[in-house]
């Protein structure tokens, strides 16, 4: 069931969850986690990238896929349709598009202007029904070939963008997109805690969330986190299982060719991450 992020987002943050938003790619990543969510009876977030969105043909594309899909394979949980670190541009075509849910990412914007872009596309997402997240803070790591380098939000800019009306905040806390370094200094909870205590009990986003400890994860979200987003895992996974089929030489067995089979392995590894996270996010059976 197509819907905006807000309720599912408010819930877990009074019930000390979190949601998943799990980045699709195509037509097997969003079966993979549609599928898996409706078996744990979990709400989910479908998170698409300016670049993922392209690499579909567009917002349209992704938009009538979800729908469909969503419809077809009967799905009941909670779902939403999310842009992931939109532009100014990506969330109006997405609001246009039939998403659910955009991300306006201006963190790299000075805060003024970050304020004013998130004031009208907070108005614009509010009438179409949508949900809205803003970022204070740029995540560190690569994302689409933009690099940030892993800042920690200011709570004051957190307190100020998040009393514009959007529904949820991502703030920097040293998470980054992609794998984690060696020298990694781990999430900086300090930092959590003030933004926290600074912005009104707004359920809060934590970006990066691959290869996050579990320790780490839980301790997030006693901190207000209510929002994990999961991308480069599932495609690990992905690949991983992917390699395994073709270096076993499935693929020259019989019509082991085919895409159905040729991909099925890494939509079943998917699949495996998604339930893993949901489990650890504390979503399962909160739909
Ligand atoms: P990872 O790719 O590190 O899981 O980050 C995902 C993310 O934050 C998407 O916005």
Redesign the pocket.
């Known amino acids: 069931m197509l819907v905006n992020a807000t309720n599912m987002l408010l819930k877990a943050r009074d019930g000390h969850y979190a949601v998943g938003?799990f980045?699709i790619n195509n037509l097997e990543w969003t079966k993979s986690i549609l599928l898996t969510a409706q078996e744990m009876n979990s709400p989910v977030i479908l998170?698409v990238?300016e670049g993922a969105g392209k690499y579909m043909t567009g917002f349209k594309t992704v938009a009538a896929m979800v729908k469909a899909m969503d419809e077809s394979l009967g799905i009941t949980v909670p779902v939403a349709l999310h842009l992931?670190?939109g532009t100014y541009e990506g969330a109006k075509a997405c609001v246009a598009a039939g998403f659910t849910s955009i991300?306006f990412d201006g963190s790299h914007y000075d805060i003024d202007e970050n304020v004013a872009k998130t004031t009208e596309l907070v108005a614009l997402a509010h009438d179409h029904g949508l949900s809205i997240e803003a970022e204070v803070g740029s995540?560190g790591?690569e994302?689409d070939g933009v690099i940030g380098m892993g800042e920690v939000a200011d709570p004051a800019e957190c307190a100020k963008i998040a009393a514009l009306g959007i529904d949820f905040l991502a703030a920097g806390i040293g998470?980054?997109?992609?794998?984690y370094p060696a020298n990694w200094k781990g999430l900086n909870f300090e930092a959590l805690d003030k933004i926290h205590g600074a912005t009104d009990n707004i359920p809060l986003v934590l970006?990066?969330?691959?290869?996050i400890p579990a320790d780490m994860i839980k301790k997030a979200i006693s901190l207000g986190v209510s929002k994990i987003?999961?991308?480069?895992?599932c495609?690990l996974s992905f690949a991983d299982a992917t390699r395994k089929y073709i270096e076993a030489g499935k693929d020259l067995q019989g019509k082991g060719f085919d895409p159905r089979k040729l991909l099925a392995p890494g939509a079943d590894a998917i699949k495996a991450t998604v339930r893993e996270k949901i489990e650890l996010f504390g979503s399962a059976d909160k739909a």
């Open positions: 938003q980045n998170g990238s992931d670190h991300m995540i790591g994302e998470n980054i997109h992609g794998k970006h990066g969330g691959t290869g987003n999961v991308n480069t895992e495609q």
